[in-house]
């Protein structure tokens, strides 16, 4: 059974495993378990038996802006739509503490798009760069593409339980 929940001391290591696997591969930027476990507040994980099997940092920033980080399914089991599960939820959460628009900069923006993200340019996420980029070795040169998701103008990715059950589906 695969639950999403927001992260426990428990998962430090397996998120740390994930982020850190994608990291070797300059897929993801690295983060040291010390970073996780100082905002492991902000992660989201899917969990089978005990296991983390994918995660996500919901970034607050200001004016009602979140940013998606260390977006990581299991790489033993990608392609079987825990990655598509991992991003409904994290919206949905993101929708739930008001948010109003969330953004990710990925070397994946494909992905992002298929699930109703809108490309931007880069230079448009002014907070990122601030907080960031300014800070970032590789900002010379840097081919990341952003995307952003209008929390504000669509409706929700799955209906409340609720609302289901009303529904009788
Ligand atoms: C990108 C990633 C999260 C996708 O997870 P996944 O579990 O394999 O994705 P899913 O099985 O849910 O696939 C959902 C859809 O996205 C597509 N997809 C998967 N990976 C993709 C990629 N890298 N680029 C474009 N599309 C992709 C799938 O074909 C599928 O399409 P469909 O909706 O038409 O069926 C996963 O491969 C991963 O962890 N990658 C490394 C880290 C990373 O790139 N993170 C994103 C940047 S922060």
Redesign the pocket.
């Known amino acids: 059974v695969i639950r999403e929940r927001p992260a426990r001391r428990s998962d430090l290591v397996g998120i740390h495993r994930?982020v850190d696997y994608?990291a070797r591969g300059g897929?993801?930027l690295p983060r040291t378990e010390a970073d996780i476990r100082a905002r492991l507040g902000r992660f989201l994980v899917l969990e089978e038996n005990g296991q983390v099997i994918?995660c996500v940092a919901l970034e607050p920033y200001a004016d009602g802006e979140a940013e998606?980080?260390?977006?990581?399914?299991d790489?033993s089991?990608?392609?079987?739509?825990?990655?598509?599960?991992?991003i409904d939820y994290a919206l949905t959460t993101a929708r739930r503490r008001r948010f109003l628009r969330v953004f990710?900069?990925?070397?994946?923006p494909?992905?992002?798009l298929?699930r109703g993200f809108f490309p931007v340019p880069r230079l448009e996420l002014s907070q990122k760069i601030e907080r960031d980029c300014r800070r970032c070795s590789r900002a010379p040169g840097c081919n990341l593409s952003a995307a952003v998701f209008f929390l504000s103008l669509q409706p929700p990715a799955r209906p409340p339980a609720a609302v289901l059950s009303v529904l009788r589906v």
């Open positions: 994930l994608y897929i993801l994918a998606l980080r260390s977006v990581a399914v790489p089991l990608t392609g079987r739509g825990y990655g598509k599960h991992l990710v900069v990925s070397r994946s494909d992905f992002f298929r």
